[in-house]
């Protein structure tokens, strides 16, 4: 009953090589965001997508798209991979209540480690 | 971009002492957030604050909104071995923003 989950947990691969890293919430929450964490550490928000629109940070290259099949799902897709793609990747999901109350707490799945080599 | 700046990067302490982090910012913040992430785990949401100023505790953990609203700390009193990990400070500037992280304070308790 993981609230938010990734897979794979490890993913080494070539460059040059497309993968996919799937991610999955089931706390009907109706927004989901991509981050990228560094070898030292940094957190950088990518995406964050909800229904309405697909927020991207304008410093991700075009070579990497989030798909959502559905509501509970928001999947990232990297083209023509490159060596300094090598990072852990964490996806989470948060729950807009509206009104203008406060921070929507977004909930950060395990993570997704990915070494291009 | 907003940049946020915290510190120490690492911190190496005895159980029992109290553990102060703090956090920040060229520009402020409408929310403060901090975070904690275990080995191999994602962030796992500590304190959020949204007013400067605010004081909060959860547990053994206390993290104040500076008045300017570009900082933040983090307090960690009589740390235990569980408290080992990294610690995140995050700024929101409105509701529905994306998050600006700070680099993480690691912290290491020895027993």
């Known amino acids: 009953d993981t609230a938010v989950s990734q897979t794979p947990k490890y993913l080494v691969t070539q460059m040059g090589n497309d993968k996919s890293i799937k991610c999955e919430q089931n706390?009907?929450?109706?927004?989901m965001y991509w981050y990228k964490q560094d070898s030292k550490k940094f957190l950088k928000i990518m995406f964050s997508?909800?229904?309405?629109?697909?927020?991207i940070n304008e410093t991700v290259p075009n070579r990497f798209s989030p798909k959502s099949p559905d509501k509970a799902h928001l999947n990232l897709h990297i083209n023509s991979l490159e060596l300094g793609d090598s990072a852990v990747y964490f996806c989470?999901?948060?729950?807009?209540?509206?009104?203008?109350?406060?921070?929507?707490?977004?909930?950060f799945g395990p993570g997704t480690r990915l070494t291009v080599l | 971009g907003q940049q946020l700046n915290q510190s120490p990067q690492s911190m190496f302490i005895q159980e029992g002492e109290d553990v102060s982090m703090n956090c920040t910012s060229s520009s402020i913040f409408n929310t403060w957030l901090w975070y904690k992430q275990d080995p191999g785990e994602g962030p796992v949401l500590l304190i959020a604050l949204y007013k400067a100023g605010e004081l909060t505790s959860n547990g053994r953990l206390t993290a104040q909104f500076g008045t300017t609203r570009k900082d933040s700390f983090l307090n960690i009193s009589a740390s235990i071995p569980s408290d080992v990990g990294i610690y995140f400070c995050a700024g929101q500037l409105y509701r529905g923003n994306m998050l600006t992280f700070g680099g993480g304070t690691r912290l290491m308790v020895k027993p």
């Open positions: 706390l009907g929450h109706d927004t």
């Open positions: 997508y909800n229904n309405k629109e697909l927020i």
């Open positions: 989470a999901s948060s729950q807009d209540r509206g009104g203008t109350s406060s921070y929507n707490e977004q909930f």
